[in-house]
T-cell receptor, first 115, second 114 residues
Framework: NAGVMQNPRHLVRRRGQEARLRCSPMKGHSHVYWYRQLPEEGLKFMVYLQKENIIDESGMPKERFSAEFPKEGPSILRIQQVVRGDSAAYFC?????????????FGPGTRLLVL | GNSVTQMEGPVTLSEEAFLTINCTYTATGYPSLFWYVQYPGEGLQLLLKATKADDKGSNKGFEATYRKETTSFHLEKGSVQVSDSAVYFCAPNWGGGSNYKLTFGKGTLLTVNP
């Protein structure tokens, strides 16, 4: 059973460009979570999605950031008009069910560098 | 609000030394408690977890016990190896209406020297 897959692993963008990060959850997992890790900090929750639904996006900046998890295909985290402060590692996780006892399985992350 | 405090690093040990990384959380409800490990350049892997008071999670020689009375979940290993060098994160999940949200500590960098 393949783990959580993320691509690209590394992404370089210039200020003002768009960044599109993809996450394919583990097989059988319908719950997806995105976290952001700023340099030398812990991970911060961004958004929680189920298929075709955004359940909680309270951790996402209100502008320029959006996420989706369509019926078919990977989950996408989209950052428009990137700025230097968006440089970070973005991790996706998935789980088969919702609940505070559930283990979230993480992907390898996408490291975004904004020049 | 809910928060978690982890021992600040970096921690540098010699091989076969005893390891403790402290983790405490605010006493709001009864969270499930997780330790994740991040090896250089990789994503996070679950190391161990405990979901109720007095539970002990263990894996790869690491252990942590859910202590409700001290709101702590300290990570221990009796004899560390060079391959244990990584960043360790304590992460409660408080449940309730946000029972999908992990709250991560800042992480503790462990370096084990031969």
């Amino acid at each position: 059973n393949a783990g959580v897959m993320q691509n690209p692993r590394h992404l370089v963008r210039r200020r003002g460009q768009e960044a599109r990060l993809r996450c394919s959850p583990m097989k059988g997992h319908s719950h997806v979570y995105w976290y952001r890790q700023l340099p030398e900090e812990g991970l911060k929750f961004m958004v929680y999605l189920q298929k075709e639904n955004i359940i909680d996006e309270s951790g996402m900046p209100k502008e320029r950031f959006s996420a989706e998890f369509p019926k078919e295909g990977p989950s996408i985290l989209r950052i428009q008009q990137v700025v230097r402060g968006d440089s970070a590692a973005y991790f996706c996780a998935s789980s088969p069910r919702r609940g505070n006892q559930e283990t979230q399985y993480f992907g390898p992350g996408t490291r975004l560098l904004v020049l | 609000g809910n928060s978690v405090t982890q021992m600040e690093g970096p921690v540098t040990l010699s091989e076969e030394a005893f390891l403790t990384i402290n983790c405490t959380y605010t006493a709001t409800g009864y969270p499930s408690l997780f330790w994740y490990v991040q090896y250089p350049g990789e994503g996070l892997q679950l190391l161990l977890k405990a979901t109720k008071a007095d539970d002990k999670g263990s894996n790869k020689g690491f252990e942590a016990t859910y202590r409700k009375e001290t709101t702590s979940f300290h990570l221990e290993k009796g004899s560390v190896q060079v391959s244990d060098s990584a960043v360790y994160f304590c992460a409660p999940n408080w449940g309730g209406g946000s029972n999908y949200k992990l709250t991560f500590g800042k992480g503790t960098l462990l370096t084990v020297n031969p």
